[in-house]
């Protein structure tokens, strides 16, 4: 994004998009804050029209040359309730004031975008350098829990750990957990950690007790991370819609989180599955009949071999006739119909290169015709 025609010694791209300049990798989330208050600040533009005030915010869209820009203006933040939202203070503060609200350094630092300089008030780029996630004080984690799982993300995104004293800070707090919290938040950082797929995520999800924090029913859990190295290749291949549930269903107790009604389906589905039997291949193409690909993926970790057997040479096996080709043979509807489809189903299983006219005369073998 060009903002050059802004031209303001008050205005700063900051957060993600610093750190990531600074770590060559592109970044299309661009934030732009006003050091005052950015409302005033955008009806001060020539030819900018504004789209969109939020004044307890102090954030504004603009359109300008074309473009729609967001800007912010520089805040404080309070938490007067530990674990939810908090309530924003101060808008028009000093540029430092508003750094220090943030969750690491490595997305405190702001560039501006008049000058190009970066400033960097908490050392972010040392921290860079050191592959470290470090937090800016002491009550981060019982300010906003979330930032657990934003590091968690942060280390698999980077190839970053936690400095030694965050990580003091993460595990204190992981063993006294305050369940009073924004499980919509939470959601929606486990949902960004989850969809990058990682195995080696949710291995440190367990290892380092971050999985406590949906429930505390999810304590000392194991897990075989050879399996889940299995999953995510799974995942790679097959490319299901919803890659977080694959991960946080296997979890003895995901019920806190606000689910949608798919997400409890495949949830419920991958729970069945493991009260089923998948002795044939019948069996197995019935049990995963109409069940979404996500359940299958999760009930790989209890029976990879036959999970394979069923993406790989049995899953896109149809049987070709219809209930009109039935009717066409003189046979009336009824129960039998379905009776008849399953007893082709089963032949096509063994010899899947069975063609519609062979179908047809296993149709009339069934019947006696």
Not at 65 to 94: F, M, N, W
Not at 154 to 163: N, P, T, Y
Not at 184 to 199: V, Y
Not at 295 to 306: E, R
């Amino acid at each position: 994004m060009n903002i050059i025609n802004l031209h303001d010694k008050n205005l700063f791209y900051i957060g993600g998009v610093v750190r990531d300049k600074i770590l060559g990798k592109e970044n299309f989330d661009i934030d732009i804050t006003y050091q005052g208050n950015a409302i005033e600040f955008s009806k001060t533009i020539p030819n900018a029209k504004i789209l969109q005030i939020n004044e307890p915010f102090g954030t504004v869209k603009i359109e300008l040359d074309g473009e729609e820009i967001d800007i912010a203006s520089t805040r404080g933040e309070s938490y007067p309730q530990k674990g939810h939202l908090p309530v924003v203070k101060d808008i028009g503060c000093e540029l430092k004031d508003d750094v220090l609200r943030r969750d690491f350094t490595i997305n405190a630092m702001a560039e501006n975008t008049l000058t190009g300089e970066i400033i960097d008030y908490t050392n972010g780029q040392e921290d860079i350098k050191n592959k470290k996630l470090r937090v800016l004080h002491n009550e981060s984690f019982i300010d906003d829990p979330t930032r657990i799982l934003r590091g968690l993300k942060f280390s698999i995104r980077f190839g970053f750990e936690l400095d030694e004293h965050t990580k003091k800070l993460q595990d204190e707090y992981l063993n006294n957990i305050n369940y009073d919290m924004s499980y919509k938040r939470l959601k929606k950082e486990l949902i960004e950690t989850f969809d990058l797929n990682s195995s080696l995520a949710f291995e440190k999800f367990i290892t380092q007790g971050i999985n406590k924090l949906i429930s505390p029913n999810n304590k000392n859990l194991t897990f075989d991370f050879e399996k889940i190295r299995k999953i995510e290749n799974l995942v790679n291949t097959y490319k299901p819609q919803n890659v977080w549930i694959i991960y946080a269903g296997l979890l003895p107790d995901i019920s806190p989180l606000p689910l949608s009604k798919q997400e409890k389906k495949i949830v419920d589905d991958y729970q069945k599955l493991q009260t089923l039997d998948f002795k044939t291949d019948y069996e197995i193409y019935k049990n995963f009949e109409g069940i979404n690909l996500e359940s299958i993926m999760m009930y790989s970790y209890q029976n990879m071999p036959v999970i394979q057997k069923y993406l790989e040479n049995l899953k896109d096996i149809k049987i070709e006739i219809t209930g009109k080709d039935l009717a066409n043979l003189g046979i009336n509807p009824s129960p039998e119909y379905q009776k008849c489809f399953d007893y082709i189903l089963r032949e096509k299983l063994k010899n899947p290169a069975l063609t519609k006219e062979q179908e047809i005369e296993y149709v009339k073998m069934y019947f006696k015709l």
